[in-house]
Each structure stands twice: as C-alpha cells, then as structure tokens.
C-alpha cells in the first residue's frame, strides 16, 4: 500500500464548476499538507501550503486537513480552463526527513 | 532569476551509457532534491542534499549517483543507465531544508533509455 494515496482521473467538469480534490494517507506522523498544480511537460508549483488539521483559503482555492480521518482536500470554487492540470498532493514529516511524499496526482481538466 | 534550472530537457541514451543531469538554482538555498516522476507512481526522491557538501539517499537511490558540487548546483549521474531509468527528473530546491519549506522545481529532464 502506498504512503498517500490519490485518485488518478481523469476528472471533467465545466466551467464555473466546484471541484473537489482528494487524498488519503497512512503515515500519522505527517504534520505539513501541500498541494502542487503541474501543467503539461512543466515542473510542479506550489498552489497551497497547511499545517496539521484545518482549513486555508486563498483565493478560488480552499485546503482542508482531516488528520483523525488521514484525508486531505483541495476545493477549486469557480473553476477555469486555466485551471487544467495536474494536482499533486504532498506531505511530510515535522522532523527528519527533508522531503516530501507525493501523491500520484488528479489530472482535471475544465471544459469552457 | 531564473529559479531552478536543468540541462538537458531532453535525453535518449542506448543501454549501458553514463550521463549527468545537471540542475542548478539561483536563489541562494540551502537544500536540493532530485525525484523522479513516472505515470501513476507521483514523484518519488531519489537523493537529496540537506546543505552544502552534504548528500543523504531518497526512496529510490539504487542506479544513480549525485553530486553537490557547491551551493548552486546538484548533478545526477546515471553511470550505466537501463531501461527501467526511463523517467521525467525533476531538481527542486529549498531555503532551509525543514519539512515546511517550499520545493520549488524545474522543468524536468525528459530521458529515454532503450
């Protein structure tokens, strides 16, 4: 079983749409959640940053952190074409390790 | 600034052969990182260095060696490179190295090893 698990996609949705972006872990002692967007033949950039549990807005993009369930979120509110991507979710330890744990990634993509 | 950069973006090398890629950051961090990015297995860390003249092994080292050759840059050589190191490299750097630091990545060496 992976450390962090994520539904490949591909996910469709129209323009204007919610999306609801998700992730699962098993390691508990993982204290930092990111979520990377990666756009065709480009490197990851870091779209969101939290730390433990709760939730992070920025924007048309929202966090959540449910550590007691090991689940993780990202939402887009009005979503854009621009928004066609690939989402990596990331996560690592408070001590120790110096990198990260990705998930596999969702690829979305928004139809106008 | 350029942020992360990587050479070359594209590579197709024979069974057997040895090359380096190399990376290279411009903004003045402490840690970099090399992964590997495969479809559905995400990126995967192959060797990262903590700091200067400093290099530990990631999840998945067997195949490759690296070099932090000063702050800036961190080579990775593949010295006989298979079919299995087919894969997208990705460098990413960080300021300090602790779990909440950005990673901030290039763009990604694409090779093929037939």
């Known amino acids: 079983q992976k450390e962090v698990e994520q539904d490949p996609g591909p996910l469709s949705v129209p323009e204007g749409a919610i999306v609801s972006l998700n992730c699962t872990y098993s390691?508990?002692?993982?204290?930092?959640f990111m979520w990377y967007r990666q756009y065709s033949r480009k490197g990851p950039e870091l779209l969101m940053y939290t730390y433990s549990s709760g939730n992070k807005e920025d924007g048309r993009f929202t966090a959540q952190v449910d550590k007691s369930s090991k689940y993780i979120s990202l939402f887009i509110r009005d979503s854009q074409p621009s928004d066609s991507a690939t989402y990596l979710c990331?996560?690592?330890?408070?001590?120790?390790?110096?990198?990260?744990?990705f998930g596999s990634g969702t690829r979305l993509q928004v139809q106008p | 600034n350029a942020g992360v950069t990587q050479t070359p973006k594209f590579q197709v090398l024979k069974t057997g052969q040895s090359m380096t890629l190399q990376c290279a950051q411009d903004m003045n961090h402490n840690s970099m990182y090399w992964y590997r990015q495969d479809p559905g297995m995400g990126l995967r860390l192959i060797y990262y260095s903590a700091s200067e003249g400093t290099t530990d092994k990631g999840e998945v080292p067997n195949g490759y060696n690296v070099s932090r050759l000063n702050k800036r840059e961190f080579s990775l050589r593949l010295e006989s490179a298979a079919p299995s190191q087919t894969s997208v490299y990705f460098c990413?750097?960080?300021?300090?190295?602790?779990?909440?630091?950005?990673?901030?990545f290039g763009p990604g060496t694409r090779l093929t090893v037939l």
């Open positions: 990413a750097s960080s300021e300090a190295g602790t779990s909440a630091d950005t990673q901030y």
């Open positions: 990331a996560m690592s330890e408070a001590t120790g390790r110096r990198a990260l744990t």
């Open positions: 390691n508990s002692a993982f204290q930092y």
